[in-house]
């Protein structure tokens, strides 16, 4: 009886870890909903997990992250994100590299917490109340694409001084805006170019050829065949500024924009933040404040132009 007794007692407490883990609270679950694909936007990624790192949570430790990505298709994104309010998450995290993310999730709940990475005005955008008290479910990091036009007029002006004509493609209205107010100031003219295929893609560099221009604005856009552009400005011989590095690192002349892996850290650190509590309606939107300037001098003298050395003293990398 007494070995019965014994190996009986050893079931049960073999059992313990088993009801143990069965017990234990699941983790939180964070949303990623992406417009773009996986691949290319690795390293957003990265800087999310690192924000959340910050915060305290590590995935696979503390928290499970379910990935959604739209492979450039806008019109998956609102399925995509309904999909992820009806599990139901915790958090989502509406990611570049399209601000539609964020509409979608916006439209898929609005009791889930949702955190953005914008590149435009989200007030005036009609996504938050305001920068300080955003309101209701939804708060992130705007970089004010719109607004910085003008800085990438300026610096594509100053490596191609002798223009006076120079190229805006695509672009929303705020974006056209902002780059025809800076080109009065500066006393320049800017065409304004369609950019929404391969076709206008072509019609827009024979328009900059035709009309002498010196130079090309690329504004942070969504640009089917992005691969299209480079090549065209490679071909034409046209100095161009692009919105990111990844432009410059694909054989661009140019970027200036928001440094990005920060607007994604901070999106990280929102995310954890609110997993711990606060709510998003008491989060302010935080604007981006960092911006970088890359420079390509191996386009440059494909190009057969000499970046001044005062703006090649400014850049945050130089690719030689």
Request: glycine share 10%.
């Amino acid at each position: 009886m007494r070995r019965r007794q014994f190996i009986a007692g050893l079931g049960s407490a073999a059992a313990w870890p088993l009801v143990a883990r069965a017990q234990r609270p699941p983790v939180p679950v964070i949303g990623l909903l992406s417009g773009g694909f996986p691949n290319p936007n690795a390293r957003f990624v990265v800087a999310f997990r690192q924000g959340l790192a910050e915060a305290g949570y590590v995935e696979g430790r503390n928290v499970a992250i379910e990935y959604r990505w739209a492979n450039e298709q806008g019109r998956a994104l609102r399925p995509l994100a309904e999909e992820l309010a009806h599990r139901p998450v915790d958090v989502i995290f509406a990611g570049p590299p399209l601000n539609l993310a964020v509409r979608a999730a916006k439209a898929a709940t609005s009791t889930i917490p949702i955190v953005f990475v914008y590149g435009a005005d989200p007030v005036k955008d009609g996504l938050v109340a305001s920068l300080s008290r955003p309101g209701g479910n939804i708060t992130g990091i705007a970089s004010f694409n719109t607004e910085i036009e003008g800085k990438r007029l300026s610096l594509i002006r100053d490596a191609a001084p002798r223009a006076m004509t120079f190229g805006f493609l695509g672009g929303g209205q705020d974006q056209r805006s902002d780059i025809l107010a800076a080109a009065q100031g500066l006393g320049l003219q800017v065409i304004i170019l369609k950019a929404s295929s391969d076709y206008e893609y072509e019609v827009a560099f024979t328009t900059l050829i035709r009309e002498q221009a010196g130079g090309l604005v690329v504004p942070a856009f969504r640009f089917p065949n992005s691969n299209k552009i480079l090549a065209l400005a490679a071909h034409h011989k046209i100095p161009t500024i692009y919105p990111n590095r990844g432009y410059v690192q694909s054989g661009g002349l140019m970027s200036y924009g928001p440094v990005g892996f920060d607007l994604d850290r901070q999106a990280g650190i929102y995310a954890g933040r609110i997993l711990k509590g606060e709510k998003p309606s008491d989060l302010p939107v935080f604007r981006a404040n960092k911006f970088e300037l890359f420079i390509n001098l191996k386009t440059a003298k494909a190009l057969g132009i000499e970046v001044p050395e005062t703006l090649l003293a400014t850049a945050d990398e130089v690719i030689q």
